[in-house]
């Protein structure tokens, strides 16, 4: 940051100094004033050094909280919140959600371990809801994999109350409870965890689901072209914004890297990996590379994995269907997962075990991405998701996807009660680095005013500069 240069002591003023001048000063000071008060954004990490990769990042302002050990004394969670909290080794943790009996409530937990930890491939997080009664409404789990490596994995869960559902549907209790499952409980070395609650509201006119019988599954072709430069994320509330086309960046053994892509009704995504050639080592890691696919709810959807020997190698997701929001009665979570609009996040995990043969890296990763297909119109909600815009992709979001920055979303006119309509959102400001607009106001305001003072001053410098013109020649 610059320091301004002060001048000390007192003396005669410096020759040549007109109001003119003064009033250029005035300009200036006012306009870096109005500056300073800009937001200062934290500059990107790079993957080029030599440091440990970066921890998981949180979102900002989350709140901790403390699983309860048994449902009575289950912390409630609110939709449209993020929490942090912890399992211990072996752990099972309670969380309580209040329900009516119409909106649909999805709860995701991402799982970090902390550092020391170890993991085998069977290790991983369960997560279930649960009625007052005991009912299993819905649960997943989520392994660590082939990889055998620490890093953040989500599982998640739902009550859901359409009409192919059984069960779960009434107003009342429900309970989220998160599972440690874990081969190395042993070790005491505990996970973070970061909770996620959306819900969704019941369309205006419910009917069966029947998921779409035929699409195009046929593996398209890779992306080609020239790739740009993107820095990934070190978590979903950070995730770097990409859209069609090829990205490039850099990973470090023990990492993972947070994409997220915009995905509308009736578009259909897919998404490769590459990583990049290592100058020595030697050996093969059977699975030293995985990408999983996560929808807006961060409810897992596929992944794809492949192994390194130090040649380049690749892994692409399997053909995934349209966004359809008919796709909830399709059976597994390739199809059942591509429900929603939004962004879908692509998490990339290079195993640690890649060091061993092959170094710290970074090496090099591609990301190859494409959404085919025109945007068609969704579901007409009876009310409104929460968050507001979680199902939602606006020509922001593309946008953005594009440059990688974050703006205002638009709005567009419709029947809600501030003129937009359910399903679509209001104006708003994405969690990205952007620009403060309060600030850039400020700006704005202070050119104009310091623009109007020089006026002035100037003027009446000309007048009084024109008297004294006059005086000298009477």
Known sequence: MRKRRTEAGGGA??????????????????????????????????????????????????????????????????????????????????????????ANAYVSATAVPRAGARVTSSDGLKVSVQDADGTTCSSDTAHFGPTQSPHPIAAWASRETGPGTYGCKGAGPYYVVVERRDLTAALPVGWDLELDYVSEPAPRRAGAVTPPGTWNSAPPEPLLGEAARRAGGAGFATASPVGQGVWQDAIKPGETLFYKVPVD????????????????????VGTALAMSLYNPVRAYVEDADAGYSGAQTSAALDPLPPVDYANRGAVGSRAGGM????????????????????????????????????????????????????????????????????????????????????????????????????????????????????????????????????????
Not at 267 to 279: H, I, K, R, T
Not at 429 to 454: E, H, W
């Open 13 to 102: 003023p410096r020759r040549g100094r007109t109001p003119a001048h003064a009033a250029l000063a005035l300009c200036a000071a006012m306009v870096l004033g109005a500056a300073s008060a800009l937001p200062v954004q934290a500059a990107p990490a790079s993957v080029a050094d030599d440091g440990p990769p970066a921890p998981y990042a949180f979102a900002p302002g989350t709140r901790t909280i403390t699983g309860a050990t048994g449902t009575t004394d289950a912390v409630r969670l609110d939709p449209g919140h993020l929490y942090r909290s912890a399992l211990p080794p072996g752990a099972k943790r309670y969380y309580r959600l209040d329900l009516d009996a119409a």
């Open 339 to 474: 429900r929603f609009a939004g962004w879908y996040y692509l998490a990339v995990h290079l195993g640690a075990p890649t060091a061993e043969r092959f170094g710290s890296g970074p090496f090099g990763l591609t990301l190859r991405v494409r959404v085919s297909g025109k945007p068609v119109p969704g579901p007409v909600y009876a009310g409104w998701s929460v968050p507001r815009d979680v199902f939602l992709v606006t020509s922001v979001d593309r946008a953005e996807a594009a440059a990688g920055a974050g703006t205002q979303s638009d709005a567009g006119p419709g029947d809600g009660p501030d003129g937009s309509s359910p399903g679509t959102a209001p104006t708003r400001i994405r969690k990205v680095a952007a620009p403060d607009p309060r600030a850039m106001r400020m700006v704005a305001v202070g050119g104009i005013g310091t623009g109007s003072a020089l006026v002035l001053w100037l003027g009446l410098w000309t007048v009084a500069a024109r008297r004294r013109e006059r005086r000298r020649a009477g």
């Open 265 to 284: 009704w009736g578009q259909q995504l897919s998404a490769g990996v590459e990583m990049g050639s290592s100058g020595g080592g030697d050996g093969y």
